[in-house]
């Protein structure tokens, strides 16, 4: 894993997961990958701290309480179209469905590959 600072204009990600650990963990190792990165605990919180910082990518939890991830992307696609998503989930049952409407790129079964999430978000960062 590279250990390079956060380029002030490098692109921000959100991740978003019930399992806080989980997803500060994710958001370290993107941090460690050039990304600007910060992670929250749930839709809500997500929602706000989309208010508050142009986020360029989301990679979000598909199950969690109160907001399901997928509800999370079509909230914050609906007011930033923009932006892209990655969902992820245990459920391999949802890995087919077609959510690019919604701005989701993919979905990744978990347990995913790190470095795999890395070349999609960077693919999909492409102009």
């Avoid at 390079?4 to 997961?17: K, R, S, W």
């Avoid at 007011?79 to 459920?91: D, E, F, N, V, W």
């Amino acid at each position: 894993m590279t250990h390079q600072a956060p380029d002030p204009q490098a692109p921000h990600i959100l991740v978003v997961d019930d399992e806080a650990d989980l997803a500060h963990y994710l958001a370290l190792r993107l941090r460690h990958s050039g990304y600007n990165a910060k992670s929250c605990d749930c839709g809500k919180n997500a929602l706000i701290e989309l208010e508050r910082q142009p986020y360029r990518f989301i990679v979000s939890d598909w199950t969690m309480p109160q907001m399901s991830g997928m509800d999370l992307i079509d909230k914050a696609h609906e007011k930033y179209p923009k932006i892209k998503a990655i969902l992820l989930t245990g459920h391999e049952e949802m890995e087919d469905e077609d959510f690019h409407d919604h701005g989701v790129v993919t979905v990744l079964i978990k347990p995913y590959d790190f470095s795999n999430l890395l070349k999609i978000i960077e693919d999909s960062l492409k102009p």
